[in-house]
């Protein structure tokens, strides 16, 4: 007789914990809105490719430099018209949560120049990105990018958690409640 009063209370122990446990893709769904609707979120993280590419200064970094922070890896190029209306609004998310939970990672990918990509930073006023390249595009073909603009939500893990193909409007409100919400379950 005791253990059926007891059920309850495991039931709801069961409950919480299950809760506790929500994925990101249960918490971030219904945060996407207008063009956010897109934003495909994965069940289970997916282990992302550690890939390399070119640094300002033309020495190579990794994924492994962004361990421990939600990376938004925007594969772009100078060329594609999408890519260029959407960059700007990406430098107003790292500007809102850019710092020790939250990064940017812009990928010019294929044939962008150096100096490419500079002058369309400097037209757009974007002093905060990091002017990355991936001249090969073999970081591109890891990450499955077949089409530009792509953009990729990794977790602090470094797993791919989300997938947006093609631009969307990253300083909607939607987009904003999604990182703040991302930020936010790190503290």
């Given amino acids: 007789m005791r253990l059926f009063r007891l059920i309850p209370l495991y039931m709801a122990l069961a409950l919480g914990a299950n809760a506790a446990l929500a994925s990101d893709a249960e918490t971030l769904a219904p945060l996407r809105e207008g063009t956010l609707k897109r934003l495909i979120l994965h069940k289970e993280p997916k282990p992302a490719k550690m890939i390399e590419y070119q640094l300002d200064d033309g020495s190579v970094g990794t994924l492994a430099d962004y361990k421990g922070k939600y990376v938004l890896i925007n594969f772009w190029a100078t060329w594609c018209a999408p890519c260029r209306k959407e960059m700007p609004q990406i430098s107003e998310l790292q500007e809102e949560f850019g710092g020790d ?26 002093t905060n990105l990091p002017r990355y390249q991936d001249p090969s595009s073999e970081a591109a073909r890891e990450f499955g990018v077949i089409a530009l603009p792509i953009t990729v939500i990794l977790n602090p893990e470094g797993e791919e958690i989300a997938r947006l193909i093609g631009d969307a409007e990253w300083n909607s409100a939607s987009a904003k409640s999604i990182i703040a919400t991302l930020v936010g379950a790190e503290s």
């Fill in 101 to 126: 939970k939250f990064q940017v990672l812009t990928l010019a990918t294929g044939r962008n120049t150096p100096a490419g990509i500079e002058k369309f930073f400097e037209e757009n006023g974007i």
